[in-house]
């Protein structure tokens, strides 16, 4: 069973727990005479709702190790702010209890974070030339993803680039930002 498997059958049982006690327990009861164990309840379901969906939404993803990892987090960070998924996911299982509905949400999470990554990991996209045939055409490959670019889809496959020229394009943006003055190119 992968970890994510145990977080997700963890929290369903922490769901049924929560969701009995709601049902048989009066609300005032559970407010004052059961607040400890139900407030360490609801603290229990929050921790492995928060660790289920990391798991789903963050596993795999993939990071440009050649762009602060501060932008790119504030990317994300302000992706999940504007989404609203997770007032939506924290409401959705106080009101059905149901592991799966937080997985859909968190999969939607997961596609939002890969669509805002995609401008840094696209900085890792090259022309693949080989330089014993220069005759074929070059390659479009992603050196991050390990993906080529074919028929209008990405496939995962690994190239061996030694013998390869790689061309990147950088974008305009950071070329202007980056680019040395004309007195310290002579």
Known sequence: MTKQEELGSSLQTLLSFLKKNREHVGRELLHTHYRKPY??????????ATAYVKAVALSGLLINPDVSIDKQCMAINQAIENSG?????????????????L????L????LLIDVLEPY????????????????EPIIYNTLSKCIY?????IYHELDLY???????????????NAPAESEIA
Request: charge should be positive.
């Open 163 to 177: 013998g390869k020229l790689l061309i990147f394009i950088k974008p305009e943006n950071t070329i202007a930002g």
């Open 39 to 48: 407030y360490e309840l609801l603290a229990r379901v929050n921790q492995t």
């Open 85 to 101: 998924l997770l007032k939506e996911m924290g409401r959705s299982i106080s009101r059905t209890y149901d592991v799966t509905i």
């Open 121 to 136: 990991i696209n900085l890792k996209t090259c022309l693949v030339a080989d330089l014993s045939d220069m005759e074929r």
């Open 150 to 154: 074919k028929n209008s889809e990405w």
């Open 108 to 111: 939607q999470l997961r596609a």
């Open 103 to 106: 997985h859909q949400l968190a």
